[in-house]
Structure formats: C-alpha cells, structure tokens
C-alpha cells in the first residue's frame, strides 16, 4: 500500500530563511500530491497540490517541487514567517494517507 | 460560510459508553471525510462519503467504530463500546467535486476515554 513519510519530524528555521520540508513515498499510484499546514489546536489547513505529471508547481510563496525518479516530494517556504510555524503534512491521494507530520519552528 | 462544524468539541467519557461525535459540512461540498489524530499514528483516514455514501471505509478500526450520514449536511461517528486506546482528535472535513483533496477541516472533537 502507499507509504507518504517524512525525512526529519522537526525542522527549526531562522525567520526571513527559505524552509524545505521533505517527503518520500512509496507507492507510485497517487495522481495528486498534497501539503496540509496544521497549527496548534486547530484541523489542518490545504496549503497546495500537485499532479503527478508536473514536477513544479509555485504558490504564495511556496513552491512543491515532485521529483518521481526518487519518489520524493518537497515543500519550499520562501521568507519563513513565524506564522508558517506549525506541523506540516503530505499525502498521495491513492491511498488518502497523511502520516505524523514534520513541525517547522520559526526563530525570531 | 461558517466552516466545518464539529460538536462536541470535547469530550470524556468511561470506557464501555457510547460515544457520538457530529458533523456538518460545509453547504455545497459533495465529500465528507472523518479522520483521527493521535501522537503515536498521525492523521489517519477512518472514512469518506460522496454525496452520502460511504465510499471508502477500509480505515475504520473495527466494528466497534460506525459512521453515517444521513442527508448532505449532516454526519456522525459513532464508538460503541468506547476504549481507552480510542482517545484522540477526531476531525471531520468535506470538499467538492473537482477539488477533492483542497479539504476545508473542522476543529476537532477531542476525545478522552478513562
């Protein structure tokens, strides 16, 4: 089945700093790809997607990069801010599977 | 649009009671998605409906764990009997045709079973 993990739980950035947060999965089967931002006490929030048939797709400062030769998966956040701090989630879209997350921690 | 809605928002009980947790989409979203979060597993999938029925239900625990959903704006998950190893953030969320995965999330019920 498909197996969406994560390379490091906990990621610390300085503010201003670009974050990379990194993702591998197994199963080659999802057509999507998709982050989630969770801040604490509250559900996840939909950050942005991407096909299995691009390799880049940029958003409001953040960008999914998708490379399928090494089935692994990456979230750049452009200018951290200490309101991107929160636990970030991937996930394939076949199966539906979200994982522990990574936490991003923001410096001041 | 007020979001999501999830009630109770939190709950204790004992172990053996049932334990019903409720949901009411957002109006106009086709899917409806339940999910549980703890520590140790992450975000798990448990169930999801389109257009009110049940689709893909492979990720619910076991027969102790039921889901329904009446009409499009309401769903609930139900335990029955409730464990302690049940605890957990249980989040509901729903999306529309064509942007399935763009899920628009409750704020949980937080679970806590003694």
């Known amino acids: 089945g498909e197996s969406v993990g994560l390379h490091l739980p906990t990621l610390s950035v300085q503010e201003g700093d670009n974050s990379i947060i990194n993702c591998a999965y197994s199963?080659?089967?999802?057509?999507?790809f998709i982050w989630y931002k969770q801040e604490s006490g509250k559900g996840p929030q939909f950050i942005i997607d991407i096909r299995s048939n691009m390799d880049k797709r940029q958003g409001q400062r953040v960008t999914v990069l998708l490379n399928k030769t090494v089935k692994h998966l990456s979230l750049q956040i452009a200018a951290t801010q200490p309101g991107d701090s929160a636990v970030y989630f991937c996930a394939g879209n076949t199966p539906l599977v979200f994982g522990k997350g990574t936490r991003l921690s923001v410096i001041a | 649009d007020a979001g999501v809605i999830q009630s109770p928002r939190h709950e204790v009980t004992e172990m053996g009671q049932e334990v019903t947790l409720r949901c009411k989409p957002i109006s106009g979203h086709d899917y409806l998605f339940w999910y549980r979060q703890t520590m140790m597993r992450g975000l798990e999938l448990l169930i999801y409906f389109n257009n009110n029925v049940p689709i893909d239900d492979s990720g619910m625990p076991e027969d102790r764990f039921s889901a329904k959903m009446p009409n499009a704006s309401f769903s609930t998950l139900k335990i029955q009997p409730s464990e302690p190893r049940d605890s957990a953030v249980y989040f509901c969320a729903s999306s529309h045709q064509g942007f399935v995965y763009e899920q628009y999330f409750g704020p949980g019920t937080r679970l806590t079973v003694t």
């Open positions: 199963n080659s089967a999802s057509d999507y």
